[in-house]
């Protein structure tokens, strides 16, 4: 085991799917929209330097029945994660915690919406934590973040503040309420570049044409999906 992991947040297509009236609109049935973003979130943490052989690599899944659906990640090196919980705040709150427990020095956790997210901002959030920083948070554009990373000096913190403030990836507007926690308690995070999440169809369209001018992480399960379901009709 390494001391350091990046944890992919995954989504699988259920009743409460983020994606379900998305693939709708794009008279997708059934909705696939989750299937291929999270085939591109895996690529991109398995492309961090140093996956694998100096950082570990995890996936948080959603709860099934002997975990059969993720043995070729578990084959291809990826820890598992289950995403226990009866909401989001509490299913992050409770993979960050069992990182604690497994005896991890630090952890990246990634949001299951940016599947082209630069590898280079995770890069950057494991340098940062490597040095003085103990947190770093990456923003989204439109509230929240789309990553949060903590040594384990600061995670129980950390922990109890996404708790209280009902932390979760998207919901919107919520950064400053979660900063101002996180300084009243001492904690000062370093802050990565913004991105985008995966919403609506806009957001798919961008992602897209991000693709075709090499900005952002290469998400070529998204791309070829888009490509067949929106840009050839």
């Known amino acids: 085991m390494n001391a350091e992991i990046v944890i992919g947040f995954l989504n699988e297509h259920t009743s409460k799917c983020p994606y379900r009236q998305l693939s709708s609109n794009i008279k997708d049935k059934p909705c696939n929209v989750c299937n291929q973003i999270n085939r591109d979130i895996s690529l991109l943490i398995a492309n961090v330097q140093g996956a694998r052989k100096t950082i570990d690599v995890g996936l948080a899944v959603v709860p099934c029945e002997g975990l059969t659906p993720y043995l070729p990640y578990q084959i291809a090196g990826f820890k598992i994660f289950v995403q226990n919980g009866e909401n989001e705040s509490n299913r992050i709150k409770n993979v960050l915690s069992e990182t604690l427990m497994r005896g991890y020095d630090s952890v990246i956790l990634i949001s299951n919406r940016v599947p082209n997210l630069p590898v280079d901002y995770i890069e950057e959030a494991l340098k940062i934590l490597r040095k003085e920083n ?52 001492g904690i000062h995070p370093y802050i990565l570049p913004q991105w985008y999440l995966i919403r609506t169809i806009d957001d798919l369209k961008k992602l897209y044409i991000d693709f075709q001018h090499g900005i952002g992480w290469k998400a070529r399960w998204t791309h070829d999906y888009l490509k067949k379901r929106i840009f050839s009709l």
């Open 134 to 185: 103990d947190t770093v948070l990456g923003p989204l554009k439109n509230g929240m973040f789309y990553l949060i990373g903590a040594k384990k000096t600061s995670l129980p913190v950390v922990l109890r503040l996404i708790e209280k403030n009902n932390f979760t990836f998207n919901r919107v507007n919520g950064q400053f309420g979660f900063l101002n926690s996180l300084k009243q308690k």
